[in-house]
């Protein structure tokens, strides 16, 4: 499952191939990839033709890409009204992309054969040595495309990372924290937040209303680097902890994104179908038996534990993350 710097690298990609290209067709291949375009696969390229790409905006692990000059029929999920003439500064339907499992978004030239599991084609406008063809394959088809309105944000910041910052966000993304990556994160709302919660530490990483965009290994690896445990609760958590732990996360997926992100699907692969790459060990994720790195540096023999924790593992070391006496899982 992509983890959010695999989702800004797709994004940061795919910026570049497709902003500012008009959508000339569409092939829907497979409907199942449009199960959450609730009008289904005629409204969804009716929609889409015409309809030019302004940029590819992220917010945790949602993409989308703002539209204009979308013809917005009458009936179409797309609210009335929302029709953007080309001098309106402010569009007000976007295309939204998740990646579910397995979803990889690919830029190809007409020529190259269709993928085994190629769900939908989109058509661009020509643009000097750039492939012609937004395709989204999907092999688990938990993923999908669909139309989605663009709403103002709850506190008027740009809705997410883009390259032209708009303070209008996905109505599917409105209900989600902003991200560590972000620059309108704000630590204080943050942490004021999470004293208000009575739940353990890794539980509020994981809470997208809380933060969004960390998952399990960087919340795994967010806590090791700030030797916290991850039943460490909340609403005690000092201030230095939570700045701390804040940080680590903030470190490990600027170091991912630096390395063109961290992938442990083989099926993923990023926007240009080169497979994601990974070349940074990982200190706790995926590590049991093994000796935790920062005690050895210390002259100690500690070797990491792995414990099931909502359905998925928890790896900790049991020296320098000790397990909190009043916990909460
Ligand atoms: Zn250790």
Known sequence: MPELPEVEVVRRGLVSWVRGRTITSVDV???????????GPEDFAGNLEGARVLDVVRRGKFLWMPLADTPAPSGSSVPSGSSVPSAAPSPAVALMAHLGMSGQLLMQDPGVPDEKHLKVRLRLSPAEGMPEQLRFVDQRIFGGLFLTSLIPTDDGGPGGLAETPLP???????HIARDPLDPYFSFEGFYRRLRARKTGLKRALLDQGLVSGIGNIYADEALWKARLHYARPTDTLRRADALRVLDAAREVMTDALAAGGTSFDSLYVNVNGASGYFDRSLNAYGREGLECKRCAAAGRVSRLLREQFMNRSSYTCPVCQPRPRNGRW
């Open 29 to 39: 291949l497979d409907p199942r990839s449009l199960r959450r375009h609730a009008l």
């Open 168 to 174: 209008l966000i996905a109505e599917e993304a409105s």
